[in-house]
C-alpha cells in the first residue's frame, strides 16, 4: 500500500522549519498533506468547504477512489447541484495525519530511517488533525472557511475548528458526532485495536519490514466496528436471520447467516485500502477527544464569543453517537450565545446514515448552506 508515499492527490510538504506541534508534546516534521479539490475558489477566496473525514474515510469525497475504484464516500452529499455544490463551492478534503493515503502516517517512510513509521510516530488527536488542515488552508490562502463540515470522527473535527479558530469558520456542520468519545465507544475501539495486535503478522508494528499484513486482524477490528454503524433495526431489514445461500445450516462455522457472510465482506474489502496502524492511531484519537476537558470541562466554554453559524445534525437510530450527545452540544452553543440549529433525523439507517441517500440530511444540508450563504453574501444557488 505505497499511496501513503506517491499518493494520487494534490500534496503539499512541508519542510523541518514548518513542524506540526502535536498535543504529545512533540514536534512533526517533515509532514505532508496529500488532499483534493472540487470546484473553484472564487476571486475572494470566500466559498471555501472543508470537508472532514471519519475514522475510515479519506480525502477522496467524490472521486473514484484510486485503491478500490469505487465512488467517493460523499458522492450523494457532493458534486455539481448536489448540497454542497461543486458549481457553486470550492471543495477541500485532506487526509487526516496519521491516515493511510498520503498524509504523513505510521505506514509513510520516515526520512530518518528510510523505514516506515510503525508506532515511532507520535500519537496524534483530534486537535492535532485540525491543526494540520490549518497548515493546508494557510498554504492555499485562505483566511476563512465558509463551512467546515463531517460526520462521526469527521464531526469531531468540525468542533475542534469551530473551537480553536472561531474566526476562521464562517459557518459549521457537525453530523452525527459528539464532544467527547463515551466508554462504550472506547471500548468497541478497544476491541478492534487488540484484535490487530494480536495478529502474528502485526509484528509490533513493524509488519511492512517483515513483508507481512495483519490482514486477520485488522478484518475482524472493522467486522466489530461495523456493528456500531447500523442499527438492530437496519440489521434486522436487511439480514434478519436469512441463512446465506442454502436452504438448511450446515452445522459448522461457516458463514451459514447472510449478516456473517456480510461482515466478512466488510473485513475482506477494508484490509485492501486501509493500514492496520492507521487504524490504531485513528481510534486512539478518537478516544482522546474530550472537547470539555480542555475547557474546564465545560464545554459551553469551548465555543465563548464564537460568531460561527452551526447546524447540529443526527440521527434517531444512532446509538454509537445518539442525539443526546447532538443535545449536549447544542445546549454548550446555546449557553455561549452561539447562532445554532439544530436537526434530529427520523431513520432506522444508524450511524451510517450522514454515508447515505437520506433526503432530509440533504435538504437540511442545502437549507442552512443556502442561509450561510446569503449572510457571507455569496450568489444564490442557480436554478
Known sequence: MREVDDPQSQVVHFAAHQALKLDAGVELSPLTIAYQTYGTLNATKSNAILICHALTGDQHVANDHPITGKPGWWTSMMGPGKPIDTERFFVICSNVVG???????????NP????TWGLDLPVVTIRDMVRAQAMLVDYLGIDQL?????GSMGGMQVLQWAATYPERVF???PIATGARHSSQNIAFHEVGRQAIMADPDWRGGRYFEAGVRPTKGLSVARMAAHITYLSDEALQQKF???????????FSFDADFQIESYLRHQGSTFVERFDANSYLYMTRAMDYFDLAA???GKLRSAFHGTKSRICVVSFTSDWLFPTSESRSIVHALNASGASVSFVEIETEKGHDAFLLDIPELFKTTSGFLNSAAKARGLPPASK
Open 171 to 173: 459557518s459549521a456542520m
Open 146 to 150: 465558509f463551512c467546515v463540515a463531517g
Open 240 to 250: 434478519g436471520r436469512r441463512l446465506q445461500n442454502r436452504s438448511a445450516p450446515t
Open 112 to 115: 530518518a530511517t528510510g523505514l
Open 294 to 296: 480542555d475547557y474546564g
Open 99 to 109: 491516515g493511510c493515503m498520503g498524509t504523513t502516517g505510521p505506514a509513510s517512510t
